[in-house]
């Protein structure tokens, strides 16, 4: 059974700032993982995925991801009041179950 | 384009009423589907899934039943609420080893219980 851990739990970030996210995973067999992002009162969605060792960016986000320590994170550069949100990493469980998610890191974007 | 669409919006029910909430995916056959429940603010915890017309696994035991009469239907339902049943109540699909096991989830239904 995979298991993800997040954090921290909340992080404030000024405006134009950097801010970090953190995650570990359990099962070394894992392959794909996710970032997804949660605005108050809508569903989730997919921010980004990363499956190879090492980074990826896509505009502000990066996801780093290091298999061998179980590590994945994500890095937003130049943070705007607009990604104050709920960020959730996930990483697959099964194929039928799908992705067991972290327990969420609250960003808030202060102007 | 696939759409998924949830029903209703919001619900405002009292302790020991029965429940029925749906989910409907349009664009896709054969889906995985899923159900999630999260505390405000709180964490996504699934509930049950779905790889086929009417095979539903649970994964929590929360006085909760689902069903899935048609491909593109997925219903969650209790006959009793809790007053711990409250929350913001979410639907979501993927493909069965479809592009990285992404899922879409669909905008939510907002349960009270009082």
């Known amino acids: 059974q995979q298991k993800v851990q997040q954090s921290p739990e909340s992080l404030i970030v000024p405006e134009g700032g950097m801010a970090s996210l953190n995650c570990t995973f359990s099962d070394r067999n894992s392959q794909y993982f996710w970032w997804y992002r949660q605005h108050s009162g809508e569903g989730p969605k997919a921010l980004m995925?990363?499956?190879?060792?090492g980074d990826k960016k896509e505009g502000r986000f990066t996801a780093h991801l290091n298999k061998a320590s179980l590590h994945v994170s994500l890095h937003i550069k130049d943070s705007q009041p607009s990604d104050s949100a709920l960020y959730f990493c996930?990483?697959?469980?099964?194929?039928?179950?799908?992705?067991?998610f972290g327990l969420g890191t609250r960003v808030s974007v202060f102007p | 384009a696939q759409t998924i669409h949830q029903w209703p919006v919001a619900e405002i029910k009292a302790v020991g009423s029965p429940l029925s909430l749906g989910c409907t995916i349009k664009g896709k056959s054969s889906p995985n589907l899923y159900w999630y429940w999260q505390a405000t603010g709180g964490t996504l915890q699934q509930l049950f899934y779905s790889i086929t017309v009417g095979q539903v696994e649970s994964v929590v035991q929360l006085n909760l039943s689902a069903s899935r009469p048609k491909d593109d239907q997925f219903i969650l339902s209790t006959e009793k609420l809790l007053l711990s049943h409250s929350g913001f109540y979410l639907c979501?699909?993927?493909?069965?080893?479809?592009?990285?096991?992404?899922?879409?989830f669909g905008p939510g239904t907002r349960l009270t219980v009082l």
């Open positions: 996930a990483a697959i469980n099964n194929y039928a179950q799908g992705l067991t």
């Open positions: 995925s990363i499956f190879s060792n």
């Open positions: 979501a699909w993927s493909l069965l080893g479809g592009r990285y096991a992404e899922q879409f």
